[in-house]
């Protein structure tokens, strides 16, 4: 037996646009730029905890610095 998804979503698709009062396409218009601001959110959020805070950088040269008698703290 197969499965013709597009069918089934395209009658989904159709049947929530009418309980909605919309078209069906402004409808997966709606939901598709939903999907985007998520995903858009989701990298930002992923980039700004790769990326190490200002503090945690001046630590980090601070723990480099050379103290004169030849060792590096």
């Not at 200002?54 to 601070?62: I, L």
Request: charged share 30%; glycine share 4%.
């Amino acid at each position: 037996m197969r499965i013709n998804l597009f069918d089934d979503v395209s009658a989904e698709l159709e049947a929530e646009a009418q309980r909605r009062g919309l078209t069906p396409l402004t409808l997966a218009r709606f939901i598709l730029s939903e999907w985007l601001l998520l995903e858009s959110a989701k990298r930002t959020q992923s980039q700004t905890n790769s990326q190490p805070s200002k503090k945690a950088q001046a630590k980090t040269k601070v723990v480099e610095e050379d103290t004169g008698d030849g060792k590096t703290e």
